[in-house]
């Protein structure tokens, strides 16, 4: 089963916010004023105008928060290299675990014997796990044993200049598919609320139609639908 | 007159989203679980727990967004130092400046002989501004003759965690009247919003009752009343 | 075996460099003069007066890029989080892992027992991993059922600043113990090139004599050489 | 008189070790191989590769330190906004000022009748500024009526992936003239000690061939040699 993924908060109406905040760089309007909003035709442009012509900043004004279940600690630890983002992740020093909970990667799912293996050992490896939790090892030290792929749930909370970022990375189809799932089911909670600011998002073969990869994975997306779209 | 904050946009609900970011780490709550929110009395518990132990990360998934109108150059150059914020400023190279617009520190209006030298020079500074524009200087150049009090305004967004470190900064008697005017006035605007996250928040004399400072101002504050008041 | 640290390059003559940047703050001085060094006494005394009053900016001047062997996923996990640094991390998507490396807690290390139940799965565990390829399974998928324990490499930079605030959280006795160990490890190599600017470093007990904890260790350290002697 | 550049310090042997870094994350070999260097030819090679591919992070590891003489301070409120650096910039609230030290605009001392107005205001503004001291104000506050030319001085510290990211925005011909003098210092100097990291910087037309900006400059920079020069 993929990961889960909710979005908890997110500023209110972030395309709004975004344009307001851009249109105090260059314009001589008081802030006050951006209290009248203008109307969202002209936010939609000015948004497209900021995107095309790179200047990221105001993006940066609008936060997404989101809470993920399922995700394996192959995928958090990947994630977590993000820097501009905030984490609070399920401890495994305090929290003690009940059930054997491992990510099953979609190449050996649909391997039957490699599917057999992995699932007799990740139960094995929880026995293991409370074995050595009756020998008195302390749980932060047990689950050294523990599968890679054993499961987390975190909350993370980035802003749309660094989703933007985060999807540009990610959803490339050479990204691990793990990570690339989970950016997924982001990209489409964000577009529910901010749909002008995600309107274009991930990979450069969607949003400038050319690859930058040394090695190309030699299928591009054509378009916004072909990359939402669960396909794999 | 002193800058103009607006609170333009926030999190939704900032006080149960950090707590429910908090209870992921130390529980074994599946992210669902947050969805259904415990009552206000515990997250509220909760929330006094992790600033006193000073488990800060949690407060990050907040974010708030602020407008400020009227505020000196002097004041933005200093606030822009804080690095784990977002900032949209408007640009002096960009839009032409139409009247003389400048902050008088109250050390200076409260002064009459140093009041009337301080406006009728800010007034010659503008009309010099003018004079460059009209021998054919840019805006980006000419201004290089405006004082350095004249009016900035621009766009903010802190999360809460940074936002307490910027009011335990800001708030200090020391620091520059200016930019503890503005963090007083973002203070009181956060309070209406997320009370138990800023129920307590300034310098270490209001949190900790002491001081850090080599040299202290010898007038420590007595409570959160005492900060909040406008009292200068 | 716990982890080895190797300093492989640092700001030359870190302790100079921070107190020449603290002194154009607070001084009329050119940078051109801050070529013609002071004095190390000097210098000393500076460094130390910025760190008993919380000035901690000029320190970020001083940078320090380590290598870690040997270090197991669970504490390479704790160390990412930490986002003002850099990091370069051997990839397991990449690098197809040819022998059993699994880091041993020491709490299973001392208990026979537990020690040839945890030898004898991690190797199983390996056995697993090499099936998985067999069967076609590529190293980035197979790689979810290594322990969390298995040993990565890394290489990673931080400047004083933001590993004085690592040593402050990871080298109390609260925290996990792998990675305090190369917190600790990484302090004593930095000691060797910047002795004025970790003359005192880690957790509060140490430079405050006070534990912030809400739930103390109960043995604080008496001294700089209590903590870096390896007593455990 | 433009600003004058000094790089106070840097990480030794910069290229080496970004290619170093770069091993660990796609090789299998340990941190202490990397302590016995390759040869430089191979170094270079795999520096041009990840510049090229956009795996910008090993070039993090170098850091570089420069000191600053003769900004001004519209372009240190301009510098300051680039967050992944660190600056200790002279303090106009401590330090007092002793005589007139003003940045002319390039267009405005090719131009005799506005130089003339300039000069003479900027040493008006001085001696207001000497006047409000005489009247008791202090330092902070008479600063107020200095003007925006004025100049500061500051030590800075970028990485070299983040000195890309500068130079790409700073180096363009639609940048500020003034910051974008420093950025040519900065380059002239990273080239010197890290000449492979180095090689091609700057805006897009030099590296890419291409311009992003919405509006173009229309003299695109034929190669690195005519950035480098300085032709205005």
């Known amino acids: 089963m993929p990961c889960r993924v909710y979005l908890l908060a997110h500023t ?6 975004v344009a307001a905040a851009a249109r105090i760089c260059y ?10 909003r203008e109307s969202d035709h002209l936010s939609a442009s000015l948004l497209r105008k900021l995107r095309r012509s790179g200047h990221h ?9 989101f809470g993920v279940d399922g995700l394996s600690r192959v995928a958090s630890h990947q994630l977590v290299r993000h820097r501009l983002a905030s984490y609070s992740q ?16 979609p190449s050996i799912a649909s391997n039957s014997e490699a599917l057999a293996l992995f699932q007799r050992w990740a139960a094995a490896a929880f026995e293991v796990y409370t074995s050595l939790l009756a020998l008195g090892v302390e ?3 047990a689950r050294f044993i523990l599968p890679h792929g054993w499961e987390t749930r975190l909350v993370l909370t980035m802003n749309a200049r660094e989703l ?8 490339c189809r050479r990204a691990q ?17 901010a749909p002008v600011t995600f309107e274009i998002a991930g990979p ?3 949003g400038e139609g050319r690859c930058h990869e040394s090695r190309s994975c030699g299928k591009p997306y054509g378009n916004m639908e072909d990359l939402i779209r669960n396909d794999e």
Chains 1, 2, 3, 4 share one sequence.
Not at 164 to 171: A, D, G, K, S
């Open 27 to 36: 314009s001589a309007a008081a802030v006050s004023d951006l209290l009248e």
């Open 177 to 193: 598919w793990e990570i690339r799932e989970l950016a997924r089911l982001m990209l489409i909670e964000c577009r529910k609320v």
């Open 204 to 206: 450069p073969c969607v």
């Open 12 to 17: 209110p109406d972030p395309d709004s916010l």
């Open 164 to 171: 933007h970022h985060f999807f540009e990375l990610r959803l």
């Open 90 to 105: 399920q401890s495994q020093r305090y929290v003690e675990i009940n059930e054997a909970q491992v990510v099953v990667p």
């Open 139 to 141: 749980a932060e030290d």
């Open 57 to 65: 900043s105001p993006f940066e004004h609008a936060s997404f928060t």
